[in-house]
T-cell receptor, first 111, second 115 residues
Framework: GDSVTQMEGPVTLSEEAFLTINCTYT??????LFWYVQYPGEGLQLLLK?????DKGSNKGFEATYRKETTSFHLEKGSVQVSDSAVYFC??????????FGQGTRLTINP | NAGVTQTPKFQVLKTGQSMTLQCAQD?????MYWYRQDPGMGLRLIYY???????DKGEVPNGYNVSRLNKREFSLRLESAAPSQTSVYFC??????????????FGPGTRLTVL
């Protein structure tokens, strides 16, 4: 079945550091890919998405590119802030199918 | 436009008690979902409803029941709570059709403790 594998956390960085959180997937067909973010004490919010190969999703300085050849959707940000501290979930879905989540990566940014 | 709302926000139960978690969405979505989130385990799907009048089991349905009361509302019931059901519960909804890409919108969660 479909699955998503994320980089294990927790990840701790200093403010203004470069961030990469790896995500790879296994799915048949052409899934849509998502990154969700969960701030402390809150529900999940959609951060960005990409619906076809080579699409780049971007939001709030975060970017991820849908790479079909490597079945990956890595999350990147050039300069992280303390306010980016959260748990990040990679997910995929195919038409008429449920979302499949990765296990989540906890990110802590120190000032 | 409130999105997805959940009540209550917090609840403490004793083992064996029952309760119903309420969820409502105002986005005219067809599909609704209940997840639980345990520390270090990500989200696990309990039940979902692809459309009004239908419900299906997810990964971890044991000990739970659901009701899709109408298009807006999807409730989760614990008939006899157990300490293993201590968790944070999230409701979500999504549209249908290609334009929605099955993006899910989440509620703020219910933090449940079973003593």
């Amino acid at each position: 079945g479909d699955s998503v594998t994320q980089m294990e956390g927790p990840v701790t960085l200093s403010e203004e550091a470069f961030l990469t959180i790896n995500c790879t997937y296994t799915a048949t067909g052409y899934p849509s890919l998502f990154w969700y973010v969960q701030y402390p004490g809150e529900g999940l919010q959609l951060l960005l998405k990409a619906t076809k190969a080579d699409d780049k999703g971007s939001n709030k300085g975060f970017e991820a590119t849908y790479r079909k050849e490597t079945t990956s959707f890595h999350l990147e940000k050039g300069s992280v802030q303390v306010s980016d501290s959260a748990v990040y979930f990679c997910a995929l879905t195919r038409p008429a199918q449920k979302l499949v989540f990765g296990q989540g990566t906890r990110l802590t940014i120190n000032p | 436009n409130a999105g997805v709302t959940q009540t209550p926000k917090f609840q403490v139960l004793k083992t064996g008690q029952s309760m119903t978690l309420q969820c409502a969405q105002d986005m005219n979505h067809n599909s609704m979902y209940w997840y639980r989130q345990d520390p270090g385990m990500g989200l696990r799907l309990i039940y979902y409803s692809a459309s009004e009048g239908t419900t299906d089991k997810g990964e971890v349905p044991n000990g739970y029941n659901v009701s899709r009361l109408n298009k807006r509302e999807f409730s989760l019931r614990l008939e006899s709570a157990a300490p293993s059901q201590t968790s944070v519960y999230f409701c979500a909804s999504s549209g249908s059709g290609q334009s929605s890409y099955n993006e899910q919108f989440f509620g703020p969660g219910t933090r449940l403790t079973v003593l």
